[in-house]
């Protein structure tokens, strides 16, 4: 009922105790509740509730039961545990409320841990938005991030049932909520988006999706905006409040901390394997007859890891191994790299030692203890009569079963001086083969489904690919 309808609303709005001996006669009296319970009320007492100098709500005892009205007595023994009634509730709502505090607090903490335990930006991006759908229990939310190259932002993720379709939505700065946010740097709880000015509707449209209310707020890293943050539809019968305001602002503290660390790292990241990059290519300068041998055998090595079970972190681990996989090479003699005809049996003992030089000369480094044994082992067999160590079967790293494959493959269908390379078909054939014997089982099964899929393409197919003149 409306809080200042019948005695309890004059009540609520005057913070008097009121006594009704006869409710028929009394003016104030709403007979509506009494209508729609069915109940015959003859005589009300009612007094509020007060706590703190707040009104928290009305107490009303209905219809003495000696047949007689409520006299003054029985108002001043309600009055008097009114008092009393009114405490406890209001004890009881401090609690609750310290008790809700507490759980947001403990879960903000929780999501901030799983928000900044990854360095993966992508993974980052997602967890951000799974953090603010649980901290303020709505129906979805948003990340956009700025590109400041087209002064727009953009849907890197969303949650919810039309969250693929977010992806496509660019807004430009100072457009809708998300744009005011980006453009201003200031938060914005919005209890009803279409009949707020800034709104605009273009998401919906192109998702079907209904927005009702949100809170954004923007997403800052050393006071510069990154990007702004969302929660969309608050779970019914609840709206959006200050304190989820004061929350989301908190959670988006924690999001550009991660995004940033994930953004250093990937630079890192990127530094680190355009110099094994470079170092590969300056070795393959050397050798004029393997040109383009490193990028072919990290290609086969990543498109093989597509159809192997393998860690975020073990595909990263595998390409930096396939690209410092003949890194050893820098010490074998240039008259042998570059030897047009059969190698002497010393010379190629020489070209077998490439991958203990290689170990010798990155297993200092401690960042690339995940890396050095498949480059160590690359030329291991499951039979186990390949070097430099003869390793045998389960004993053989698997980051090196995969380059060993590539590697392989590369070598029987690249053309040398001294003869023409093999087709697509006839390597495939050897590979077969040699399955279970010098190559591991389980990565030439992989290395097929990649080929069958036209992820692998030899220096003869890239040579008569379009657009592709030469491959080395």
């Not at 003869?419 to 078909?425: A, C, I, P, V």
Request: include cysteine; charged fraction near 25%.
């Amino acid at each position: 009922m409306p809080a200042n309808e019948g005695i309890a609303g004059w009540v609520i709005e005057t913070g008097s105790p009121y006594l009704a001996d006869n409710v028929r006669r009394d003016t104030r009296w709403s007979k509506r509740v009494a209508q729609e319970l069915h109940y015959k009320t003859r005589d009300i007492l009612a007094v509020p509730l007060q706590a703190g100098g707040e009104t928290l709500g009305v107490i009303e005892v209905i219809n003495k039961k000696n047949g007689q009205p409520f006299e003054q007595a029985d108002l001043n023994i309600l009055n008097a545990l009114s008092s009393h009634i009114a405490m406890i509730i209001g004890n009881a709502r401090l609690f609750l409320a310290a008790e809700n505090k507490v759980h947001q607090l403990a879960t903000l903490t929780e999501l901030s841990a799983i928000l900044n335990s990854s360095l993966d930006p992508k993974q980052v991006r997602t967890r951000a938005m799974q953090a603010a759908v649980k901290l303020l229990d709505c129906e979805t939310g948003s990340l956009y991030l700025i590109d400041h190259d087209r002064g727009e932002l953009y849907f890197e993720v969303a949650l919810g049932d039309k969250g693929d379709v977010f992806k496509e939505i660019r807004l430009k700065l100072g457009e809708g909520i998300a744009g005011w946010v980006a453009q201003e740097g200031q938060s914005l709880l919005i209890p009803d988006c279409s009949r707020d000015p800034r709104w605009s509707s273009k998401a919906d449209k192109k998702s079907k999706f209904q927005t009702r209310n949100m809170v954004t707020v923007p997403v800052k890293a050393k006071s510069k905006v990154i990007g702004v943050l969302q929660a969309i539809n608050k779970r019914p019968p609840k709206l959006f409040d200050e304190e989820d305001l004061r929350l989301l602002e908190a959670l988006a503290d924690q999001v550009a901390i991660a995004l940033e660390n994930a953004r250093l790292y990937e630079a890192q990241r990127l530094t680190f394997l355009q110099t094994a990059e470079a170092l590969a290519a300056a070795i393959e300068k050397r050798d004029i007859y393997t040109g383009g041998h490193t990028k072919r055998v990290r290609d086969y090595c990543m498109a093989t890891a597509r159809y192997l079970k393998l860690t975020p972190g073990e595909t990263e681990w595998l390409e930096l191994a396939a690209i410092l996989h003949d890194v050893g090479k820098i010490g074998v003699d240039d008259q042998v790299l570059r030897k047009p005809g059969k190698l002497t049996d010393e010379e190629f003992a020489q070209i077998r030692a490439h991958p203990t030089i290689g170990y010798e000369i990155l297993n200092h480094i401690r960042t690339l203890q995940e890396v050095i044994p498949g480059m160590r082992h690359h030329h291991e067999r499951p039979d186990g009569k390949g070097y430099p160590d003869g390793l045998a079967d389960g004993k053989i790293p698997f980051l090196a079963r995969i380059i060993a494959v590539a590697d392989t493959y590369d070598a029987m269908t690249s053309d040398r001086p001294y003869r023409q390379g093999l087709s697509d078909e006839a390597a495939i054939s050897e590979l077969r083969k040699f399955s279970g014997v010098q190559f591991d089982e389980t990565v030439v099964e992989a290395f097929l489904q990649a080929h069958a899929a036209g992820l692998i393409l030899s220096q003869h197919r890239r040579s008569s690919s379009p657009g592709n003149e030469s491959a080395s």
